[in-house]
Nanobody, 114 residues
Framework: QVQLESGGGLVQPGGSLRLSCAAS????????MGWYRQAPGKQRELVAR???????NYADSVKGRFTISRDNAKNTVYLQMNSLKPEDTAVYYC?????????WGQGTQVTVSS
């Protein structure tokens, strides 16, 4: 089972990015998927999750700014990030939730800086 994160980059505070995670196999379709992030010197944390049926949940730090969605036909989960802040700077990963059934990929770097 493989996933590939993309869509990161350098953005100014207040800007937006849309991350994508394309995953293979049935694991994606039947499991809750999550977006996680890890900032330098910090532990990896869950940012948002979405069930196979589309129910969502967000960390308090991103609530109202980030939106997670999924396209089961494309085996893809998205993270729309608006009103980005410097503290959102991190490597972003996707994986299943709560148990991480996929090997952690390379992630996609998001840097918020002026």
């Amino acid at each position: 089972q493989v996933q590939l994160e993309s869509g990161g980059g350098l953005v100014q505070p207040g800007g937006s990015l849309r991350l994508s995670c394309a995953a293979s196999g049935t694991i994606f379709r039947i499991n809750t998927m999550g977006w996680y992030r890890q900032a330098p010197g910090k532990q990896r944390e869950l940012v948002a999750r979405i069930t196979s049926g589309g129910s969502t949940n967000y960390a308090d730090s991103v609530k109202g700014r980030f939106t997670i969605s999924r396209d089961n036909a494309k085996n893809t989960v998205y993270l729309q990030m608006n009103s980005l802040k410097p503290e959102d700077t991190a490597v972003y990963y996707c994986n299943t939730y709560p148990i991480h059934l996929l090997s952690w990929g390379q992630g996609t770097q998001v840097t918020v800086s002026s």
